[in-house]
């Protein structure tokens, strides 16, 4: 298991929208390194060691899992990207945005790139009055004292003034959402996606338990002598899975995620039973639905049915590769239909189509980010 770090970053800009530069710098540093905990205030002060315009100065509470080397790696391209022009001139120059790292959680670094904690940072105060105001009690791993008692100690005699504005704090999902069910046409990927954001996001994750089913190899030999005991046992041990995961809340988790939910036995059942058969089933998933907690947020992997076949032809499950293209429109067109009706449930449809989000960063990046920003 992957362990998150505790990391304070220095932001600073005297070029352009200041107030922009910053907050544009906050989202890329949710987006790219972790999440952002704490703001400070922004702080206006004269240029430090030069003749320029003032700058707005400010320190942000960083939880990541990247090492320190990656972490600087990260930074110099988000400062990249906003544009700052790193000039052959010695000497300190006007910037767009800079971005330093103070603190790698206790850490002392000393390495050719770079050197925590940072070298200068106890003689500055537009570094030391932010990281104070967020980080008041923690120690500085050299000096063995409190940063507030740094800050008392900084004989650093230039003007500081708070500035009004203030910063959004992207709100992490841990904050947004207990629970996440993801759910997707065979083969959509929805798995691997709550492998993926249960490993970043230290989410507790739910798994189906498709492979213990014994009558799934033989429902796709013989679907309709065994579409009603397969049915009735996922929905049995589906109720029973959510009922005993959802209850027992991991005190070490951020949230729950996983990769189905409950309906998806209703959705399924419509598709493979007899009439008769289904208005059975339908009051035994009734019973069952109304005991199951719902979801903060349902998410749907869109996946068109070219590629969906290409998924299950490339996964290998021997029992699967007879599954032909007209079954995989009724299950999508079921949860088309479940998400059109079912308006108690806070629904998001991703278009996964053309994303390879286990292979490709940016694809992955591209649906966290539409889960964060819906």
Known sequence: MRTQRITYLSLGTNQGNKIDNLQNAIDLIDDNIGGVQKISSIYKTASWGFKGDPFYNLCIKVSTYQQPEILLKTLLDIENKLGRIRSSEKGYQNRKIDIDVLLFDDEIIFSKSLIVPHPKMLQRKFVMVPLAEIASSVLHPIEKKQLFVCLNNCDDSSEISIVKEKLKRPIPLS????????????????????????????????????????????????????????????????????????????????????????????????????????????????????????????????????????????????????????????????????????????????????????SYPNDYKYIINKIKGF
Do not use: C, W
């Open 175 to 358: 904050e947004k959402y207990n629970y996440i069910a993801i759910e997707g046409n065979i083969g959509a990927g929805k798995t691997s996606l709550t492998k993926m954001i249960s490993d970043e996001f230290n989410a507790k994750i739910v798994l189906e338990r498709f492979a213990d089913n014994p009558f799934l190899p033989k429902f796709y030999k013989d679907k309709e002598r065994y579409a009603f005991p397969l049915e009735m046992s996922f929905l049995a041990d589906r109720h029973q899975q959510l009922t005993d995961d959802l209850a027992q809340f991991d005190l070490f988790k951020n949230f729950i995620v996983s990769d189905y939910y409950m309906f998806k036995s209703l959705i399924f059942a419509q598709v493979t039973l007899q009439k008769e058969e289904y208005l059975l089933y339908r009051k035994m998933f009734d019973i069952m639905y109304k005991e199951i907690s719902k979801p903060d947020l349902y998410i749907y992997l869109y996946q068109n049915t070219e590629q969906l076949l290409k998924n299950i032809k490339k996964r290998g499950r021997e029992y699967e590769q007879s599954i032909q293209t007209t079954y995989l429109k009724k299950i999508h067109l079921g949860y088309k239909n479940f998400i059109d009706t079912e308006k108690n449930l806070k629904t998001l449809i991703i278009d996964v189509s053309n994303k390879d989000f286990v």
